[in-house]
């Protein structure tokens, strides 16, 4: 029994050795292959490991960001190499440079002669169609994005989608506190915030196709970050199976709308971008590009909000205190309207201080974009490294929101270190920064201040499992999807 026993421990510990080994050689074999190649460079890549050959990072970084503890993978870099801000890596198919510092981001994030979009290949599949605005060339970016952005961004635009927008949360609030059991509340937030875009973007529409939009959305997402193999069974497989039928149900929508001549001046998102001309030279966009950054807008966007407004309401659920204050500025908005007053304004919206600090500090903790993607277009020097030509460079998003060096305590939820508060590039961008910012912030900040005025001023949140373990892939949330039960406490406001 003994020699068993003595048997089984030797072959468990040569194993074991056997591995440890492999492992280092298979890591030093990738490393090698890599310096081979750029042995001629004038400077060194970042310190940092590449991994395993084609799978690289990936098993560290899923482990960690599903395990509940994403900043471990930064960490480990950081503990590992030093506090350099800037690593080498190997991440969803390609090898990378990871910038965890917030002047290394500003600076990559801001350099449009150096670095363009960079999102995985997954990602890229999956949002784009043939003539992408994704796939198309920087210029042909910048054409398409002047005039969408200044329709996202117009005081006119966002004004007239504020009633839209109240409407529906109104509405479904009203629908989940009647409910006597929990809810899934992000999933409801969810249908909230996809509620409202598709309202602005294409106004009221057939239901039954509408159901079907936001179906092939939610398989789209749920594949963004996956492996890109396309074979039967795989998430990405199925996300280029719901993008082919997306596709098929957008297409006609925005071919319609064109040959629809509408009167006043009521008009839906997508009617105004059908309307657009870049001013320099007269371009506009064709129905497939148009197609194409609803599908873009809309996959980002609803999500995002969602997330949000979940978020939002969890964090004020678990202080008070924060919770108090902030309710109080909406009641007081409330009593300075006029009696004719029945809805929201933009310039309500614009008072409402402490909700847009609140807001921050949510986006903020919960980096919903945990890095940005941007790829070198040729070698760059940064701080006496190289990044190669080709590689892919991550501004870790969650790595600057959670430096004490810019946010003391930064785990703390306290929306009142935003008072006075001015960010500076490259320490504050859930919305992205430079060329690539989000043209949609301020409609996406309006909606998340919408909900949250009336959840405020009317609702609360009794969760089931308050202490339910959190996930971070695709995106942060905890494991239950915020299982509650929305409860009407007042009928202040409306």
Not at 41 to 55: M, R, S, V
Not at 276 to 305: F, S
Not at 441 to 452: A, E, H, P, R, W
Not at 472 to 488: E, F, G, T
């Amino acid at each position: 029994m003994d020699i068993h026993i003595q048997y089984c421990v030797w072959t468990f510990a040569t194993l074991l050795a056997c591995y440890f080994y492999v492992n280092i050689f298979v890591w030093r074999l990738n490393e090698w292959y890599y310096n081979m190649k750029l042995r001629k460079k004038q400077y060194p890549l970042p310190p940092g490991h590449l991994g395993w050959p084609l799978i690289g990072n990936m098993i560290a970084f899923v482990r960690d960001f599903k395990s509940g503890h994403p900043d471990s993978f930064i960490n480990n870099l950081i503990s590992r190499y030093g506090r350099t801000g800037i690593y080498k890596s190997h991440l969803f198919g390609s090898p990378s440079i990871i910038i965890s510092d917030a002047d290394l981001c500003r600076r990559v994030l801001t350099n449009d002669e150096n670095f363009k979009t960079g999102y995985p290949k997954s990602t890229l599949k999956l949002i784009k169609c043939t003539k992408s605005y994704w796939s198309s060339s920087r210029e042909n970016q910048k054409r398409f994005k002047r005039p969408i952005t200044s329709v996202l961004m117009g005081h006119n635009t966002l004004e007239m989608y504020l009633t839209r927008m109240e409407d529906i949360v109104i509405n479904s609030l009203e629908e989940l506190s009647s409910m006597s059991h929990p809810v899934d509340f992000l999933k409801e937030m969810k249908n909230i915030s996809f509620d409202i875009i598709i309202e602005i973007f294409i106004g009221s529409y057939n239901q039954h196709i509408v159901t079907k939009i936001g179906n092939s959305f939610t398989e789209i997402y749920s594949a963004l970050w996956s492996m890109p193999i396309n074979f039967p069974g795989f998430a990405f497989h199925k996300g280029l199976l719901a993008r082919e039928k997306l596709a098929k149900l957008v297409q006609p929508i925005v071919e319609e709308r064109r040959l629809m001549k509408r009167n006043g001046d009521k008009k839906d998102l997508l009617d105004i971008i059908l309307e657009v001309r870049d001013e320099e030279d007269g371009w506009k966009p064709e129905d497939e590009d148009i197609a194409d950054v609803m599908i873009g807008y809309v996959l980002a966007g609803h999500e995002t909000i969602a997330n949000a407004m979940m978020w939002s309401i969890i964090y004020l659920t678990k202080n008070p205190h924060v919770l108090k204050k902030a309710k109080e500025e909406q009641e007081e908005i409330i009593k300075k309207r006029l009696p004719t007053q029945k809805q929201s304004s933009l310039k309500e919206i614009k008072q409402m201080v402490y909700l847009s600090h609140i807001i921050n500090e949510v986006l903020r903790l919960i980096s919903m974009n945990f890095a940005n993607f941007r790829e070198a277009t040729r070698d760059v020097n940064i701080n006496g490294y190289i990044i190669p030509k080709g590689w892919k460079v991550l501004a870790w998003a969650r790595a600057v929101h959670m430096d004490p060096t810019y946010y003391s305590n930064p785990d703390e939820f306290n929306p009142s270190r935003w008072n006075d508060h001015n960010a500076k590039v490259g320490t504050f961008f859930p919305f992205g920064a430079g060329s690539m910012h989000c043209p949609g912030s301020d409609l996406t900040k309006i909606q998340i201040s919408i909900f949250l005025h009336h959840f405020l001023l009317n609702y609360k949140l009794e969760r089931v499992n308050p202490e339910c373990p959190i996930t971070y892939l695709p995106s942060s949330k905890p494991k239950d999807n915020c299982l509650a039960k929305v409860i009407k406490v007042s009928s202040v406001g409306a």
